[in-house]
């Protein structure tokens, strides 16, 4: 069966296929289809459904070329998954065309919002001091978040980042641990330092940690302190109590950001203590200088094989 959609380049073929054939061999996976580009013609087993929503994803993808916008395996999921769900080609090529950049990792590669949800997000990163990330794992909240705050330390808008997380898993106080605080704190805190290696570099993420400019503290030991010129990052919120999040929040300063992210979904306190972060969405939502972005399945990108394994053990559950 042959698609509607007809590619007249050769060199934008090359683009939408990928290197080495990945985003043609993501729609395979994706839809557990076969699917081959003849000359300019593309050839698909795929059913009727199917085949309505592969014509929409190479009419986007063709236009995305056609403006020089660059994407990727992950951008073509995340393509397939909004058109699936009624969106608009139009919207998706907007959101690429006038995405901002973020940041450029220490890799040169640039960092750009990659969902409505995560323009979303930045935008009011940009424009507010407090900002809530809600949603489940996989969404790019935390990322996002690193990413925004290494380009106001490369900017010199803020002196330094501050990273923080409850850690229910060993105990508030930590006191058990071998080592310092870094030293205790460092294995829960894996997914930020692979961020910050990123975008900055290991050698360099090291020496400002050194310097104070980076600082890791578990949210125990942000009591007392007032944070000014810092932009700060609590993680895994739905793990705070209601009065370790009141106390967090109460730390803001001037001239400072702080970013809340979390899945109240995922909670994992004892003795069915309530969640600070579920707390807090109640008590704030209507607050004008607050900001929530609510992320949602479509923002989770994952690998096609990965996405079939889930729907397998959901089914047998």
Do not use: C, W
């Amino acid at each position: 069966m042959k698609l509607n959609v007809k590619i007249d380049h050769h060199d934008v073929i090359a683009k939408i296929v990928g290197p080495q054939d990945r985003n043609l061999n993501v729609l395979k996976q994706y839809f557990g289809i076969k699917i081959s580009i003849n000359e300019n013609e593309i050839i698909t087993d795929a059913n009727k459904t199917t085949k309505t929503i592969l014509e929409n994803v190479f009419k986007t993808a063709i236009k995305l070329v056609e403006n020089n916008v660059v994407f990727n395996e992950r951008d073509l999921i995340y393509i397939i998954k909004v058109l699936e769900d009624k969106g608009s080609a139009n919207d998706i090529i907007s959101l690429y065309e006038n995405r901002k950049l973020v940041v450029v990792g220490n890799n040169g590669k640039p960092v750009f919002p990659k969902t409505f949800n995560q323009k979303d997000y930045l935008d009011k990163m940009e424009k507010h001091d407090l900002v809530f990330g809600v949603g489940p794992a996989g969404t790019g909240k935390t990322y996002l978040a690193v990413a925004y705050g290494v380009s106001l330390l490369k900017a010199n808008k803020i002196r330094k980042i501050i990273l923080t997380r409850p850690v229910v898993e060993a105990g508030e106080s930590l006191g058990f641990l071998p080592g310092d605080i870094k030293e205790k704190i460092d294995p829960y805190l894996i997914p930020l330092y692979d961020a910050l290696y990123e975008f900055l570099g290991k050698e360099t993420v090291d020496n400002l940690i050194l310097k104070g400019v980076i600082e890791i503290a578990p949210l125990a030991y942000m009591r007392g302190r007032t944070l000014d010129n810092a932009f700060v990052i609590l993680d895994e919120a739905q793990n705070t109590t209601s009065v370790q999040m009141k106390m967090f929040l109460t730390r803001l300063g001037f001239n400072s950001k702080m970013l809340i992210t979390g899945d109240p979904t995922q909670i994992d306190l004892r003795n069915n203590q309530v969640s600070g972060l579920k707390e807090v969405i109640r008590i704030l939502k209507n607050m004008d200088d607050v900001k929530f972005t609510y992320f949602e399945k479509v923002d989770v990108i994952r690998n096609p094989l990965v996405q079939k394994i889930l729907e397998r053990y959901e089914n047998e559950s």
